[in-house]
């Protein structure tokens, strides 16, 4: 049962990220076609910040423990019981916020950045190349530097983090709950 159940979450992740992937690409597409330089780095600053915002909450909630948020639920706390879910779930949650969404982010900052050397080099020759290498590089650099910053205020701070994605998971669900209850 067991086997069939992980087959299962594998062939939904895929799906999931088929459809993310489509969805930022389609995105992208329209937001850059046309656009200038200080909307594509916009674009760029944009998909490496999701890319840091996603991994913080991935290793949040792979390095929390469950008890504090049974306290927390037990004050009333708004988004406790969301929080609790959200760390039963780590192996999936990790998946989906680290894997699923921040190889998205990184995959679409490589291609947004690939846009933005083709359109400031073109006719430059050979500083093309070195265009393409110090964009990259800075895309690179800014990543990795964010998600290694990030790794360490998700580890200090997990707990207020993934309380606060809790509370923001309940504030959907109440916007889907009231809008059920006005049908």
């Not at 939904?12 to 597409?29: P, R």
């Not at 990795?144 to 580890?155: S, T």
Request: hydrophobic content about 55%; overall charge positive; aromatic content about 6%.
């Amino acid at each position: 049962m067991k086997a069939k159940s992980n087959r299962l979450w594998i062939v939904q992740i895929i799906i999931l990220s088929i459809a993310m992937s489509m969805t930022f690409s389609i995105i992208s597409e329209a937001v850059l076609d046309g656009a200038g330089y200080a909307m594509a780095f916009s674009v760029l600053a944009v998909f490496i910040i999701i890319g840091i915002v996603f991994d913080i909450i991935g290793v949040a909630v792979t390095s929390s423990q469950e008890a504090p948020f049974h306290s927390i639920a037990s004050h009333g706390e708004r988004g406790a019981g969301e929080a609790i879910m959200l760390l039963r779930n780590a192996e999936k949650v990790s998946s989906i916020c680290n894997d699923v969404v921040g190889d998205i982010c990184g995959i679409m900052s490589g291609t947004t950045s690939a846009v933005i050397v083709v359109n400031l080099a073109s006719g430059l020759g050979w500083k093309e190349a070195v265009l393409a290498v110090l964009i990259s590089g800075m895309v690179a650099g800014l990543t990795i530097g964010g998600k290694a910053l990030g790794k360490k205020v998700a580890i200090n701070s997990n707990v207020k983090i993934v309380l606060a994605v809790g509370k923001v998971i309940n504030w959907f669900g109440g916007i889907f709950r009231r809008k059920r209850g006005k049908s």
